[in-house]
């Protein structure tokens, strides 16, 4: 590190200029969704990071850190992650892609069905 | 069934300057790929859901009419609780790759900015002149939510903002622009060679090049022509150059300038004028006076040609026109919104290009569709990054 470096971890999460909007009506809601979605991607890491260890240890039976650092996926294994990716991302976002498809129809409060069942 | 994915971020092209990603960072954008892709693909459809059911009918309800214009959609849209819920999370994705793209580049900052130097220094075709200011539509907020915008530095002389820039492209666009993300620059060289076979411009202008990763292709595809691109923002032209020159552009010059002002430049100097993804990031003053100013050094018989999303037209639904216009209010595009409302074609004309030498084409990113995707259209397209465009062109009568 030279004598000008900078504190690169602390600049790399500078803020844009630029009112940021209102999204959710309320800060704190702002924030859990903020670090909910950077979790989210940091468990999206160690999948792939884990899955990176498992191709390799199929591949050579023993591995190191530069064996990681410098594996480069063929179609195929990078197909089956980005699959891999897909289905996760599919699965932590379930409730939004449901509350979409809720749109789409007309349904009753299972109160009000529970209490047409009893008597019908 | 065969599942419609985006190609792995380790297909990146890493050029002698690129800002290498560790296995996680590579990960980390290969994340946030795939959630662009749910959030503008599977889920995107959902907006149009919410408009439909629910928010329409209730404008009509309080108003007694159909919105207006995209304004009136929006405010009501954003009323609208898995619209906003929608945009928070497309927020954080943005907000996401700058901090990754960012962690990247500076972790790194010492030895990029060596290798840089390497590339730029004794060099005659890279020129800074400290004296262009930053224009005030460059200013106002940080584009796209890109930190320090294009011309922040992290010290004296720094082009962290380029490789920053150049580092994430590849992520956001999910591939689409190919390994350089270059898509567009191939494509224009794809389009020219068609249009016109033969034809040999002797010079060509990039204005507002950024890292210069659309005019390269050109360059390299006319290694005889003289090819100067232009950006008012150091730290882009300073990584820009340094990555022509590694990818043996020899015959492409940077230069600090704004495209306001181009007085270097004699009346016809250039046989072809061209923006990539420009215009949009202008201001409603600066866009009229940069193409007059770009028709004046426009040789007769050149051409102009603007690469940009479509405009909104009468004929583009409003509801369209809202979802497209979401970059300009949730990622820091500011002109976003009142530029693709431009009457393009009569600004042209009243700069000296009439309307009948006009056009107006579609263009799709040329890329290696062997490995890399065709960019959704239509419905699942993210309209901010898709790799297709609409080019506004011209060609300055002759007499």
Known sequence: ?120 | MKQDVPPPYTAVARHAVFPAPRHDEAARYNFLTGLNKYLSGTIGAGNKLAYDTRVLPAFRAEHGRDPRDRFEIRHAMNRDPWHRFWSACKRNSMEMRQQNGRSITLRQIDELAGKVRQFNEGRNTLELDPAVKVPRYQDAVDIHCMPGCYHGEERPGDMSAGANYDSGLFATTGGGLGALSDGGGQALVEWIRKERPGWAPKRILDLGCTVGHNIVPLALAFPEAEVIAIDTAAPVLRYGHARAQALGATNLRFIQMDAEHMGRFADGHFDWVQTTMYLHELSGKALPAIIREGVRVLAPGGLMFHLEQPQYTDDMPLYEQFIRDWDAFNNNEPFWSAMHAMDLKQIMADAGLPLDCQFVTGVRAVVDRDIFPQAPSGEQEDHGRAAVWNAYGAWKPKA
């Open chain 1, 1 to 120: 590190m030279s004598d000008d470096s900078i504190d690169w971890i602390a600049r790399a999460g500078t803020r844009a200029k630029g009112k940021r909007p209102d999204f959710l009506g309320d800060p704190t809601s702002e924030r859990m969704l903020s670090i909910l979605l950077a979790v989210a991607g940091e468990v999206s890491v160690l999948k792939e990071r884990l899955d990176t260890v498992e191709r390799l240890l199929d591949a050579k039976g023993t591995i190191s850190r530069a064996d990681i650092e410098g594996y480069n996926p063929d179609r195929d294994a990078a197909y089956e992650r980005a699959v891999m990716t897909k289905e996760y991302i599919a699965r932590i976002m379930r409730g939004v892609q449901q509350e979409m498809e809720a749109m789409q129809v007309q349904e009753r409060p299972v109160a009000d069905i529970s209490a047409d069942l009893k008597d019908n």
